[in-house]
């Protein structure tokens, strides 16, 4: 069968390749623990999933909803005004979309012509690729590197290339790398971007997933980002309703407008009782938030704690689900996440997977529960791998 040449841009990735090597292992009988990906293990409270349900067996909630309600626009922009002290106008200002996934990959095609720059964080979230990939444009990795606290360094990109980019992705906190964005970090990329006319896109999607009290800052809150960007928010990793897809973007009216015209091509709209649950978690979610930030925590703590004990020393991550671990040298990211499958049963992602820099680290997603990361911990102790 002949596939269209741009398929090739679209290659088998790193991760289904752990995921195939993995089910090989478990039809030979090891019990694989898997922490590789990130997707919630725990579920939406039961004041969401009631909603839902509740919702879906009204028979006059099946039609079309062709966007979000006024209702659901409305719960975003309370949401956005009591956690972030910023204000939105519902109508104009907050669009609904079909996962955080959905904005992130279409953006591109709305706003870059082929062989516009795109400037996107390396090691950054896969999904910019996919986007860049549709829209043919080109993608211009900014390195996040340890020595810059894991934030891009925009005097390192040249002149000629920013002249070129249409937009550029953030990421805080983020996935793979579980950094903070700080508020001159971003006073600075607005200026940035005013200066080269760059739209900037604020991937938000771990705003709720934050330790030791420290709130990640909404790009929103920063002031003139809203003259040059959006942010992509979702209620998959905040309320554990990843297979809901639903999302939102938010912030400036102009690019909301234009995303929402080409989504209108394309798609209906979330499912009402989607709707309607995701409504219940933002104006009724605070207290769950609170309990589930509490879960990760102890996760992190116990999890570091044990690879710590045993000898890795990695990074206590400050937010989000992720931990982004070096690896011991002599190991490229690749061969020692299959080594961590072979020898401790244990999968978890090769940071190369994210980008050229993602290279010397893994990437291990705390979603699992407690007693089964601890015998991640024992497996790897183990392994012999920490003992040369
Ligand atoms: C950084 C980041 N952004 C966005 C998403 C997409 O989330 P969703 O489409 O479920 O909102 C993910 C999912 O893993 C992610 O890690």
């Known amino acids: 069968m002949r596939k269209a040449e741009r398929m090739k841009e679209f290659g088998t990735s790193v991760f289904s390749q752990l995921a195939a090597y993995k089910q090989s292992k478990i039809s030979q009988g090891y019990d694989m623990i898997d922490l590789s990906i990130g997707s919630p ?68 095609m709305a706003f870059a012509n082929p062989g516009d720059v795109i400037l996107v964080p390396d090691p950054g979230y896969t999904a910019y690729a996919t986007g860049i990939a549709m829209a043919q444009a080109v993608p211009f990795f900014m390195p996040l590197r340890k020595e810059n606290s894991f934030l891009p360094d925009l005097q390192a990109i040249p002149e000629e290339i920013a002249k070129r980019a249409a937009l550029m992705f953030l990421n805080f906190p983020g996935n793979p790398v579980p950094a903070l964005a700080t508020e001159s970090f971003f006073e600075e990329v607005i200026e940035f971007a005013k200066r080269y006319e760059i739209i900037v896109v604020s991937d938000f999607a771990y705003s709720e997933l ?7 800052i909404s790009f929103l809150s920063i002031p003139g980002a809203k003259e040059v960007g959006v942010e992509m928010n ?17 912030g400036n009216e102009q690019v909301i407008e234009v995303l929402t015209h080409f989504k209108s091509n394309l798609d209906y709209g979330v499912f009402l009782p989607i709707q309607k649950a995701a409504v219940a978690a933002l104006t009724k979610g605070a207290s769950f938030c609170e309990e589930n930030r509490r ?6 703590d116990r999890f570091i704690d044990g690879l710590i004990s045993m000898g890795w020393h990695v990074e206590r991550p400050k937010a989000s689900m992720f931990i982004w671990a070096e690896i011991p040298k002599g190991w ?56 040369g």
């Open 234 to 250: 979702s209620l998959s990793k905040s309320y554990n309703m990843a297979g809901c897809r639903i999302g939102y973007v938010c």
């Open 295 to 300: 879960i990760y925590q102890s996760r992190r």
């Open 332 to 387: 490229t990211s690749v061969e020692f996440a299959y080594a961590l499958m072979d020898r401790a049963h244990v999968v978890v992602t090769p940071g190369q997977a994210f980008g050229p820099n993602g290279e010397g680290f893994v990437r291990i997603a705390l979603v699992q529960e407690e007693e089964r990361l601890m015998q991640a911990v024992e497996n790897m102790k183990k392994s012999g791998i920490f003992t």
């Open 210 to 216: 934050y330790y030791d009290g420290q709130k990640p």
């Open 41 to 108: 293990d725990l579920p939406p409270p039961s004041f969401i999933r009631k909603t839902l349900a509740f919702y879906a067996n009204n028979p006059d909630t099946y039609g079309y909803t062709l966007e979000g309600t006024h209702e659901f626009h409305e719960a975003v922009a309370s949401y956005y005004e009591m956690n972030h002290h910023v204000s939105l106008n519902p109508n104009k200002e907050v669009a609904c979309l079909m996962g955080s996934q959905d904005g992130l990959v279409h953006l591109p």
